[in-house]
């Protein structure tokens, strides 16, 4: 694994002032950089829209006039507002315009000074609002952190193999570092960079993901990029991009290694330079954005196939998070299937707490080619079907399961083109048999029992449905020893789940 940087050097706090008489701007400036706080300043509304919008971290304060020749003071405090609600606002004032002031502070502004006014009462005021803006960062920080205890984000980490991954995550989280997760379609990249978004000083800000293979060359660069208004055909407005839109958050390129390679330059150098520039634009624009990068793909033969270029490759796998494949996850998949099902039964509104043994175990040996995705599905669908408190075997795919594929459908009501009521309450009988049997422990006498009819009767329905046991078998009715039979969908009989696919 590559070093990780693993602190970011501390920021100067840096404020924005806003006011169209150059000699008052110049004032302020000089007066809080004696402070060690580093002073944007724009002469009026539309430049300061421009530093709000431009500069990759929200800023903790702003100080603002209220009536300038291009606008009003209250348009930089609602935008100032929408981009971070920890930021602070203070407006100057002449006394004519008190009633204003006030109506700003209505708006959500912490205070307005009237003109003239001394640079230290300003400054007496920005450190109260400083000190303000930084405990609602601390508390946008804490309930970040509050939610990493989350039960759905804890489960991530079941295993032991996961334990290793949950090692790295909590190391590497609070950092910006640049990380690369790999792994099988369905084994958790996705989660597993969201709980780096959500675990790090980044969890108030936006998490977005694009599928780098979705869209054709041209899209893509705009959808990641932006572009300026008129670009070129269609675009009627001016966009963003992802990039710009998650400024301050997390951006995740899913499927990387399907990006197109005039797009690899592009990222390279937003990578590089952090800056990004949209189609059509003459400058390119600063985005302060953590980038983390997934792929299913073997990256490292496609940088050898000159497929997918070898800077952006180091540039991406600063820090590489391999995702073990459900199969190799001893643990796991009881766990999660647990879990799904409990998650499940509350959604679906049923009463179903929980898996058979048999079941567990049918899970256990199955390969799971589509990984926690897939086992996510089948309990879906178990917890759809189940008639009982309990997922058994007969509830499981015949894939898992080993047990012969259904002949029709389960229905409750007559679909409009009518179905084949023989097949539909065989169906009925077979999942009923399979339940009883389980419940019964495989033993056919009490499972007859359960079920209402003769030892004969089921012996004969067991047959039908290719569910008999071998001969002998009869012998052993009476110690219940019997496990049911696993036949194939040819009705051929194999050993058990685990056996047969190991
Ligand atoms: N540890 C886990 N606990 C609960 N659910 C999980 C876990 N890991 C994955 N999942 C669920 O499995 C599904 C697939 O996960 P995710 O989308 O993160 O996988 P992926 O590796 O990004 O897949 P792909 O490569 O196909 O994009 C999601 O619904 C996710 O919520």
Redesign the pocket.
């Known amino acids: 694994m590559a070093s990780m940087p693993l602190s970011v050097p501390p920021t100067p706090t840096k404020i924005l002032v806003i006011d169209d008489e150059p000699a008052l701007r110049q004032v302020l400036e000089i007066a809080f950089r004696r402070q060690g706080i580093e002073v944007v300043a724009a002469p009026g509304v539309r430049a300061a829209m421009e530093a709000l919008q431009q500069n990759p971290q929200p800023f903790p304060l702003v100080i603002t006039d209220l009536v300038m020749p291009d606008g009003s003071g209250i348009e930089v405090l609602t935008a100032a507002k929408q981009r971070s609600a920890a930021t602070e606002v203070i407006v100057m004032t002449a006394h004519s315009s008190v009633e204003n002031a006030l109506d700003a502070m209505k708006k959500g502004a912490y205070d307005f000074v009237g003109k003239p006014f001394s640079p230290a009462e300003v400054i007496a005021l920005a450190q109260k609002a400083l000190e303000k803006s930084s405990i609602l960062l601390e508390n946008q920080r804490l309930r970040a952190q509050i939610s990493r205890l989350e039960p759905?984000e804890n489960?991530?980490?079941?295993s032991p193999a996961?334990g290793r991954v949950a090692e790295i995550v909590g190391k590497i989280a609070p950092t910006r570092t640049t990380v690369l997760?790999t792994?099988?379609?369905?084994?958790?990249?996705?989660?597993?960079?969201?709980a780096l978004h959500d675990r790090s000083d980044r969890a108030g800000k936006p998490f977005l993901v694009v599928?780098c293979g979705a869209l054709p060359e041209a899209l893509m660069e705009s959808e990641l990029f932006g572009h300026e208004k008129g670009a070129f055909t269609g675009a009627g407005t001016r966009a963003l991009g992802l990039f710009r839109e998650a400024d301050g958050g997390t951006v995740l390129l899913?499927?990387v290694g399907e990006l197109p390679a005039s797009l690899q330059v592009k990222l390279l150098r937003v990578l590089q330079e952090r800056k990004v520039r949209p189609v059509g634009a003459a400058a390119e624009i600063p985005v302060d954005v953590r980038v983390l990068a997934?792929?299913?793909r073997d990256v490292e033969s496609d940088v050898r196939e000159n497929k997918f270029r070898q800077d952006l490759y180091y540039r991406l796998n600063v820090i590489r998070i391999e995702?073990p494949p459900l199969r190799d996850r001893p643990g796991?998949v009881a766990r999660?299937a647990e879990?799904?099902v409990r998650r499940f039964a509350n959604e679906l509104g049923k009463d179903v707490r929980g898996l058979t043994t048999d079941a567990l175990r049918a899970l256990d040996a199955y390969k799971f080619p589509g990984?926690?995705?897939e086992?996510?599905n089948m309990m879906e669908r178990a917890v759809a079907l189940a008639s009982g408190p309990a997922i058994g075997l007969g509830d499981l795919p015949a894939q898992v399961s080993g047990l012969s594929a259904s002949p029709a459908p389960f229905l409750s009501e007559l679909p409009p083109e009518g179905c084949v009521l023989e097949d539909v309450l065989g169906e009925v009988e077979r999942r009923l048999i399979l339940q009883a049997l389980e419940r019964s422990g495989g033993v056919r006498k009490a499972a007859a029992k359960l079920l209402g009819v003769t030892f004969r009767s089921l012996r004969y329905r067991l047959a039908k449905h290719g569910l008999d046991t071998d001969t002998a078998d009869d012998d052993d009715d009476a110690d219940g020893s019997i496990v049911p039979a696993q036949p194939t969908a040819g009705g051929r009989r194999e050993s058990s789940p685990r056996e047969a696919r190991r």
Do not use: Y
């Open positions: 759905a489960d991530i980490f079941a996961m997760i792994g099988e379609s369905g084994t958790g990249k996705e989660r597993v960079a969201r599928n899913d499927e997934a792929t299913n995702l796991d999660l879990r799904f990984n926690v995705r086992l996510e």
